[in-house]
């Protein structure tokens, strides 16, 4: 039923390939609409308040990047965007995804709208193997085997590693290639917007990098990206736009080049 | 680690009250001094005594007042298990007909009058319960209560299988019972035999009672609740969890076996038809409905079935219907009341002091004591031979670690000095966790030599470790939160004091002095990290960085050679991480070596006298920090260009 | 010779009716990491659901249908009833769920009592004959047809699960809901819905379990606690949530009982003595049961 609704947004009649979806430009038209509008979102948990009253936006095709210190509600806000706080006591305000008001839906369903979510610390399936875990990626459009089979060998493509492991519980993979599969995993669900938690958690210098150009690969190809990241300087290195979020409270903004150069970000982010 | 921030375990505690000093507000029995924690137990013998002048002349209600006072025996047996221990039993059940046999059998064989079949119930029942926990106690939660799931099942064939003895599924009558109209009080009306019996088996409540109180406010039951909290956390604090788990599992089957023992007084019959798996169930339903892990909940709850029963209209509509009548409360139990009638009073209670505190009424409880100043600081072991290991305290040598494929640790070696912060970097992943697990026991090492004090650790578990002087912390916390914070660090000390069972059970003057040693030893402790305010507080309502430093101070409890802090910084904001760093100063200048797993750099650069970088489980670089921030493998593999 | 194919036989139908029962408990805890005590309970609803149809003159295989559709709904309700409430009880033990699923075991089973009586129940065999082969007596022990039927359908069943587990998406989605199952809705996977497919399933399970048993051993009240608790203890044996553990722990409480019987004078007493002694052995040796792997414990 909520697929049927999501329909509209994905290529559905456009050949094969959702993932190809993947590829919409969003300057067609030269106006670019807002994927995600938050509004004024309040989260609790229990007592503790971990963001008050933030609202921001994301527009299609955009990469937006939430920098910010240990605690100040990165998390929180891609959680409560993407549905998974289970635990959350109360939110409050809006989130609309893709024109739908999605603060109240469960995590299925705004997945099955197309939004996927990277979570922090990987969280693959450590039990399944590394095809089942993109297959699982994969689950929103199990039906469509042709192009879930498409997208499972540009995964592979795109990371060799994981297809030479491909039989192999999750678990085994090493720190760095568990992030890749957890990427990996995020855009078999062909996805038109892409939550990424801290991609970068540890990982070696030389994997941080590497996955950074995925990400700049990735927003190439037009995908929409909402970027929480501790390397403040790799996230604006790729990003579009910039948040800055402290203490639960947004306390600025902009144009993620700009950003770079701010004072204020630059002592408090960028170690400069 | 992240998700133990942001998500924090409904542990069922008034949630409101996080954060703030003073406001973990305790029930108010718990809170002024001693004489009204008396008020519950004054309460009950009272009841006990009215009930029996009241009824002495309703046979119905005595054998049902009886039937109240050895079922919450039973009860309390099973809530030392279940409530303070965290292991569920559906098997106690059995235990209840081993006491009845025990003391059927064993008192006419060894010649001893009837009224020594309780201690021969105890006992029976309790080397029963311990065979049977030493087989099962090194399983995991669930698959405990499998195994005695599938004892509980066991009971019909075994009566079968030694009929002689047990007399089979009919049952073996007691003929050498306890003539009861001789209980002092029994009088001499015409069911003084069970007045006398509803007597004793009040008496035998009231010691059960008196010997859980004792053991709640114990070494030993703050290990159970420690196990029951943070088994780990328990391990590392150097008790021996599978010891302490058979020991409760004993001591929980050995009250059983007494309820046993008073039951087959009452019927003058051992049978096993009570010794069911929904018998077993039925135990546990009243613990929970009362209130687990409370002195009060299994008493209230046994109370209230049996006398509940009692009742005619109960009696008649769910006398062949128990099952639907128990497996409903069941049900509604953990749906609406999961802290039980207790612990829902007790949240009453609390949310009620709260809201005076909040109007500034009440003052809430009493400051912590003063303590001698000697106390107030981390102390340090002596040791038997102190130059043995020429000033280092920690030599690790070609520690390797494997989980499936990957090598987590290759050939790592590692010399920490007596007196020194050493400090442990890397990248997240790259096995400093890991190093730490292997180090205080908690993962056994794939190859490689450790030792403490020049002494091997080889095949020490992680309490043993404890006990050589190894002490830590942890990342992801594991603070035992439905304990106080005093209770927290007493624990940590829990090695270094030896009080056995039965002493802290009779509460003797040797345990007594223990007990206010380590008190005395575990505020100062508070006094020290700066948690004394908050001593009596549940530790679960503590902020964040205070957990930290209770962590710290239970590990410091243990008076340790060698502390490991794993990330103690992760979380905190700027100004704690200042606070933090004295505090560790403090300790290595008291003579404590501390190792310090850590990604603050700044925290790292100013306190260390020795650097160690870990990257994909080898060693890459150590020395005095200014050398290792300069390492260009470093720079690469860790601090990155831009970060400094 | 003649004590052999005793064994074999005995061994054989014996473990794959229990085997039948732990089907249901593994499909359950391989997908929500609960044992659903209420098992047992299941299977003698279904096997009384099929009793009633058929005692209504429908035959037998209509009624086994009817009875495994029913059972689809008595899974749901005890999802409904058993596990949908425990959101807030305190994760640390696993208290909650035995609580509730062995409260709805005990109300199922009085329920029973109270509306169809607690006699033995007798239910025609799914087939008579096969192929006109009706009876083999092999070294004068009988083969019968309800027998056979039994130990291939628990074998059919094994392969239909493990099939179902792991190459399916369903199969994949109730894995993925057990390990985690917060990143599980991420993947939009209705994480809730998954948990009531998987009690639908297992009391589909039940209700063939009940059809196939019921031949041998009738359909009676006492089949759901006596034959539950050896199912519960072949499925831990083998280990939770493994299928092919599920049968081999089967089989060894079968043999073990079927070998135990035939060299004890006492017939069966011991048997069940015997039984809980290697489950004993076997946990000391694989704390997780044969099959099981174990959790890996962080810190």
């Known amino acids: 039923m909520s697929e049927r609704r999501a329909r509209p947004l994905h290529a559905d009649g456009h050949g094969h390939g959702a993932a190809t979806q993947a590829i919409l430009k969003p300057t067609t038209n030269g106006k670019k609409e807002k994927l ?237 | 680690m992240a998700r133990a921030e942001t998500e924090p375990k409904d542990t069922g ?115 029963l319960g311990a065979v049977l926990a030493l087989m099962c106690c090194h399983l995991r939660g669930f698959y405990l209560t499998v195994v005695t799931f599938g004892f509980g099942a066991l009971v019909p064939a075994i009566v079968v299988v030694a009929k002689k003895q047990l007399g089979g599924p009919a049952g073996r009558a007691v003929d050498h019972f306890v003539d009861t109209s001789k209980v002092p009080g029994a009088g001499h009306g015409p069911f003084s035999l069970q007045l006398g019996l509803y007597y004793l088996s009040a008496f035998f409540l009231l010691v059960t009672l008196f010997l859980c109180w004792n053991l709640v406010r114990s070494r030993w039951g703050r290990a159970y609740m420690a196990i029951r909290e943070s088994e780990v956390a328990a391990r590392v604090s150097g008790i021996n969890a599978y010891r302490y788990k058979v020991s409760s599992f004993a001591l929980s089957a050995g009250f059983v076996g007494v309820a046993g023992w008073l039951g087959a007084q009452r019927f003058v019959l051992v049978s096993s038809q009570v010794a069911t798996p929904d018998q077993s169930f039925r135990y546990v339903i009243m613990v929970v409905v009362g209130g687990m892990g409370t002195l009060a909940g299994p008493i209230l709850g046994a109370f209230g079935f049996s006398l509940g029963f009692g009742i005619t209209w109960v009696q008649n509509t769910f006398r062949d219907y128990q099952g639907l009548l128990y497996g409903t409360l069941g049900l509604i139990a953990v749906a609406t009341a999961p802290e039980g009638t207790v612990g829902n009073l007790r949240r009453y209670v609390r949310a009620y002091s709260l809201r005076r505190a909040k109007r500034g009424a009440a003052a809430r409880s009493a400051p912590p004591p003063d303590v001698a100043p000697e106390l107030r600081r981390p102390a340090v072991r002596e040791r038997e031979s102190s130059d043995a290991a020429n000033g280092e305290v920690l030599h690790v040598t070609g520690l390797t670690k494997r989980f499936g494929g990957v090598a987590a640790l290759s050939d790592v070696d590692l010399v920490v000095r007596r007196g020194t912060v050493h400090a442990l970097i890397g990248p997240n992943g790259s096995g400093k966790t890991t190093f730490i697990n292997v180090v205080s026991g908690l993962y056994k090492p794939t190859a490689g030599r450790m030792e403490l004090d020049g002494s091997s650790l080889e095949g020490l578990g992680p309490a043993a470790r404890s006990r050589r002087g190894l002490a830590r912390t942890f990342q992801n916390l594991q603070v035992w939160r439905r304990m106080t914070v005093l209770e927290n660090v007493m624990v940590g000390a829990h090695a270094r004091d030896r009080v056995g069972l039965v002493q802290s059970l009779l509460r003797t003057p040797k345990s007594r002095r223990v007990e206010r040693h380590m008190r005395d030893r575990a505020w100062g402790l508070l006094h020290f990290v700066g948690l004394a305010e908050r001593g009596r507080d549940l530790a679960g309502t503590l902020a964040f960085a205070d957990m930290r430093r209770l962590e710290i101070a239970r590990a410091l409890a243990s008076d340790p050679e060698l502390l490991l802090l794993d990330e103690p910084a992760a979380g905190m904001q700027v100004s704690e991480i200042h606070d933090l760093a004295d505090l560790i100063r403090q300790v290595r200048d008291a003579g404590v070596t501390v190792l310090l797993i850590e990604h603050h750099m700044d925290l790292v650069m100013g306190l260390s006298d020795t650097v160690s970088v870990l990257d994909y489980g080898q060693k890459i670089a150590e020395g005095p920090p200014t050398e290792v921030r300069a390492d260009s493998r470093v720079v690469a593999a860790y601090l990155g260009e831009e970060a400094t | 010779m003649t004590d052999f194919v005793q064994i074999l036989v005995s061994g054989l139908t014996v473990g794959s009716v229990i085997a039948l029962v732990a089907f249901g408990y593994n499909l359950v805890f391989a997908s929500t990491r609960i044992v659903n005590f209420a098992q047992g309970s299941m299977l003698v609803v279904a096997g009384y659901i099929a009793f009633a149809v058929a005692r209504a003159g429908v035959p037998i295989w209509g009624a086994f249908a009817i009875s495994v559709l029913a059972s689809l709904g008595v899974g749901v309700l005890v999802e409904v009833v058993a596990i949908k409430p425990l959101g807030r009880f305190d994760p640390s033990t696993n208290v909650g769920w035995i609580l509730t699923t062995f409260g709805v075991a005990l109300i199922a ?42 130990v291939v359908s628990a074998l059919l069943i094994v392969v239909g699960l493990e099939l179902l587990q792991t190459r399916t998406a369903l199969g994949r989605a109730f894995r993925a809901v057990a390990e985690d199952r917060q990143t599980a809705g991420l993947m939009g996977i209705n994480t809730e819905l998954m948990v009531m497919i998987t009690f639908a399933l297992a009391g589909a399970l039940a209700a063939i379990g009940a059809v196939l048993i019921a031949p041998r051993l009738f359909v009676k009240l006492d089949l759901g606690v006596n034959l539950g608790i050896q199912a519960f203890i072949a499925a831990v044996l083998g280990g939770l949530g493994s299928t092919r553990g599920a049968i081999v722990g089967g089989y060894i409480i079968g043999f073990t009982t079927a070998i135990v019987s035939t060299i004890t004078s006492e017939g069966g007493s011991w048997g069940p003595v015997i039984v809980f002694v290697v489950f004993l052995l076997v946990l000391v040796v694989r704390p997780a049961g044969i099959f099981g792997s174990p959790a890996v414990e962080k810190v």
Do not use: C
């Open chain 2, 13 to 127: 505690e008034v949630e409101e009250i996080r954060g703030a000093p003073g406001q973990g507000v305790l029930p108010i029995y718990r809170r002024h001094g001693e004489l009204i924690r008396f008020v519950p137990a004054l309460a009950l013998i009272l009841f006990i005594l009215w009930f029996g002048q009241s009824q002495a002349d309703s046979r119905k209600w005595l054998d049902i007042g009886t039937e109240a006072m050895y079922l919450a025996i039973a009860a309390a047996g099973v809530n030392i298990l279940l409530g303070y221990t965290g292991l569920l039993s559906l098997g106690h059940a059995a235990f209840f007909v081993a006491g009845g046999y025990a003391g059927a059998i064993l008192s006419p064989a060894l010649g001893l009058p009837p009224w020594t079949g309780f201690l021969l119930a105890f006992l029976g029942s309790a080397a």
């Open chain 1, 36 to 272: 995600l509008k938050v509004e004024d979102l309040r989260v609790f948990y229990g007592a503790a308040r971990a963001l008050d009253g933030i609202s921001f936006h994301v527009a299609q095709g955009e990469v937006v990047t939430i920098i910010g210190p240990n605690g100040a509600g990165k998390s929180t806000t891609l959680k409560t965007v993407s549905g998974v706080g289970e635990l959350l006591k109360s939110v409050s305000g809006s989130i609309t995804f893709a024109g739908e008001r999605v603060e109240k839906k469960s995590s299925h369903h705004i997945a099955r709208m197309g939004m996927a979510h990277v979570p922090e610390g990987r969280r693959v399936f450590a039990g399944s193997t590394v095809e089942d875990n993109l297959l699982l990626g994969a689950y929103r459009r199990r039906r469509m085997r042709a192009a879930v089979n498409e997208d499972l060998e540009r995964v592979y493509e795109r990371f060799p590693v994981l297809r030479e492991r491909r039989s192999q519980p999750a678990g085994y993979l090493s720190g760095g290639e568990q992030q890749m599969l957890a990427i990996g995993r995020g855009l078999m669900a062909s996805p038109q917007f892409l939550l990424l938690d801290e991609p970068s958690l540890g990982l070696a210098p030389l994997l941080v990098s590497q996955v950074f150009d995925i990400i700049a690969g990735l927003a190439a190809d037009g995908t929409t990206i909402l970027l929480v990241e501790q390397l403040a300087h790799q996230a604006l290195r790729v990003a579009d736009r910039a948040y800055v979020l402290e203490a639960g409270v947004i306390s600025g903004g902009g144009d993620a080049a700009a950003m770079a150069a701010d004072p204020h970000v630059r002592e408090a982010y960028l170690g400069a």
């Open chain 3, 109 to 150: 089973v009085d329920i029973i009592k109270k509306t169809v009586g607690a006699e033995a129940r007798r239910l025609p065999p799914l087939a008579d004959s096969i192929f006109g082969w009706k009876v083999a007596k092999i070294s004068g022990v009988a083969v019968t047809v309800p027998d056979v039927l039994l």
